[in-house]
């Protein structure tokens, strides 16, 4: 089945950075890759995703890019603030395998102001 | 839009009684999946219906797990007895017929003394 790493476990970044998470899949027929975002004592919300028909996608301070060759995708977070504090999942989902999505282990982005 | 709705959002226990936690999706919503979040595992799918048909079961850990959904509105998953392994936050989350994303609850959190 579908095996999603996701790296780095923690980040920490001073207010106005960048913020960069990458993960990477192994099931090469996977076509859909979405992020989310959990708050404290929320449930994961879903930021963006991205098709495996598109290499790019932005949405205002936040963007993903998708390597198909390479079997990775990454999220990245321009001008981080405070409130992007959180934790960030990654997942990828294969049509063929159950139409289910597979997450990555998260990513604890502190931004620190 | 109410989105998905959980029941009990906290649930403190003792070994061996029956817990229940309770699922409404969101209306429309024919795909519902139940997944188990814990520090040491991550975020995993526990079991997945399909207009109200339980299609992937092969995470629900052990016989003491199980999950039925009646009707297009509502989903339970119980366990019985419970064990203090089981704490963790269980979220519910729905999906839109022919969709990708998946839209999840608050979560409920069970310690299981």
């Known amino acids: 089945g579908e095996n999603v790493e996701q790296h780095p476990s923690t980040l920490s970044v001073q207010e106005g950075d960048s913020a960069v998470i990458k993960c990477t899949y192994s099931?090469?027929?996977?076509?859909?890759f979405p992020w989310y975002k959990q708050e404290l004592g929320k449930g994961p919300q879903l930021i963006i995703d991205i098709r495996s028909n598109v290499g790019e996608k932005k949405d205002q301070r936040i963007a993903v890019t998708l390597n198909k060759t390479a079997k990775h995708f990454s999220l990245h977070i321009t001008e981080t603030q405070p409130e992007d504090s959180a934790v960030y999942f990654c997942a990828a989902k294969n049509n063929n395998a159950g139409n289910m999505l597979t997450f990555g282990g998260g990513t604890r982005l502190m931004v620190k102001p | 839009d109410a989105g998905v709705i959980q029941s009990p959002r906290h649930e403190v226990t003792e070994m061996g009684q029956e817990v229940t936690l309770r699922c409404k999706p969101i209306s429309g919503h024919n795909s519902l999946f139940w997944y188990r979040q814990t520090m040491m595992r991550g975020l995993e799918l526990l079991i997945y219906?399909?207009?109200?048909?339980?299609?992937?079961d092969s995470g629900m850990p052990e016989d003491r797990f199980s999950a039925k959904m009646p009707n297009a509105s509502f989903s339970t998953l119980k366990i019985q007895p419970s064990e203090p392994r089981d704490s963790a936050v269980y979220f519910c989350?729905?999906?839109?017929?022919?969709?990708?994303?998946?839209?999840f609850g608050p979560g409920t959190r069970l310690t299981v003394l």
């Open positions: 219906f399909n207009n109200n048909v339980p299609i992937d």
């Open positions: 989350a729905s999906r839109l017929a022919g969709g990708d994303t998946q839209y």
């Open positions: 099931d090469s027929a996977s076509n859909y």
